[in-house]
């Protein structure tokens, strides 16, 4: 689990710091490349895991670094988009298979 914590602090920080200096430059509409990880994350990992829950913190923590907003707004944000879209997998969706990160 740390290993996996690990790696993605490293993935969601240079994520952020493309998305923030390199990428404004050459995109007139910019994603968020940091809230389409944190969704893939919690879209693939397994129902039990709390790992897309914890990334979806590290990446709001680093988006509100770098951003000009309140601090914890990206934290909020990511992790009520984390939280809801386990509650969907969870209530809606029946997995006949699941994918080990």
């Known amino acids: 689990m740390i290993k996996k ?3 993605s602090i490293l993935l969601l920080y240079f994520l952020t710091l493309l998305q923030t200096s390199f990428f404004v430059h050459f995109f007139v509409f910019l994603p968020n490349f ?4 944190i969704i893939l994350i919690n879209l693939v990992e397994d129902q039990k895991s709390n790992f897309g829950i914890a990334s979806g913190f590290i990446g709001g923590f680093f988006l509100d670094l770098f951003s000009e907003n309140y601090i914890g707004s990206y934290i909020l944000i990511s992790l009520l988009l984390s939280i809801f879209i386990k509650l969907v997998i969870k209530e809606y969706i029946q997995p ?6």
Do not use: D, E, N, P
Not at 34 to 37: A, F, I, R
Not at 96 to 101: A, E, M, T, Y
């Open 5 to 7: 914590i690990a790696i």
């Open 34 to 37: 940091v809230l389409l990880s």
């Open 96 to 101: 006949k298979f699941s994918f080990k990160l």
